[in-house]
């Protein structure tokens, strides 16, 4: 069966996607099926369910020196052909840009490369959570959702690390470089979050063609997340003792918990005076 835009259309609304909302699409065209006109069908499909006054957005994270006119996503079809379209924004960050157009895209995507974090307050992504944003996942799973690294950084998970990027000043072309904190990476184990998404109703589980798709209260995603991280800080590392990166992670979260208990003990003998 050959999938058309009003097909995707009816499917999204089905799922819950509305008028007027702004939305962050991770995607899999292939997943969807035989879509007549390819990713530009899906982009028109998801404009016309939002309408003008909605926002579409689409991760455009990137490799190599960053370019913000040139840089190619290695996110998929869909967000490379996004990118490219007349009128869509980028926001400028060297790892982690996201791209928008609609009625708040410039609200969305603006102050990227100031904010001290690739995903926390400030970004794109915080901006979504905090003014009713929703997370639309066509044909991948939670490993593909982005946005869940802001829950990491706003935890200040203990795996997090300091990294360094390069990026082409638009205004100059000379290349700078941009030391980012609670940076994101490498391993993750994102698809074990999910059942908590589904049970606490903020995601609708459907189908799009004939893929799979999550709609996600991005607001409602970081509050049952945080709990999920706070009450354990490898909530989102796998259990694989093969795994390296998240055997490295899990090393790092008590070596953070060991240095707090020190700290909670010396404080406790010096309390206790000569006597103890």
């Not at 926390?120 to 901006?127: A, H, L, R």
């Not at 941009?178 to 698809?191: E, S």
Request: charged share 20%.
């Amino acid at each position: 069966m050959v999938v058309t835009r009003k097909h995707l259309v009816r499917d999204f609304q089905r799922l819950g996607l509305k008028r007027g909302d702004a939305v962050l699409v991770h995607s899999a065209l292939s997943a969807i099926g035989q879509v007549q006109g390819g990713a530009d069908t899906v982009i028109d499909a998801l404009l016309d369910v939002i309408g003008s006054e909605g926002t579409l957005l689409m991760p455009a994270l990137s490799a190599k020196v960053f370019d913000v006119k040139n840089s190619h996503t290695w996110t998929g079809t869909i967000p490379e052909v996004f990118r490219q379209r007349k009128g869509v924004l980028r926001s400028f960050h060297p790892t982690h840009s996201v791209t928008a157009c609609g009625a708040r895209a410039g609200e969305l995507t603006t102050g990227h490369l100031e904010c001290p974090t690739a995903c926390g307050e400030g970004t794109p992504y915080v901006k979504l959570m905090d003014t009713g944003g929703k997370i639309l996942l066509i044909g991948v799973d939670q490993d593909r959702n982005t946005a869940l690294h802001t829950l990491e950084d706003i935890a200040d998970a203990p795996y997090l690390s300091t990294y360094s990027a390069q990026y082409l000043d638009p205004e100059t072309g000379k290349m700078k470089t941009l030391t980012m904190k609670r940076f994101p990476g490498p391993h993750r184990d994102f698809i074990g979050l999910d059942h908590l998404f589904r049970e606490a109703g903020v995601m609708q589980i459907g189908k799009v063609g004939r893929a799979v798709c999550r709609l996600i209260d991005a607001a409602g995603m970081r509050v049952v997340g945080l709990r999920a991280l706070r009450a354990d800080p490898a909530a989102a590392l796998c259990s694989n003792p093969n795994c390296t990166d998240c055997v490295m992670q899990r090393a790092k979260i008590k070596r953070h918990r060991l240095s707090r208990e020190d700290f909670q003990l010396s404080a406790v003998s010096d309390a206790a005076g000569h006597g103890l």
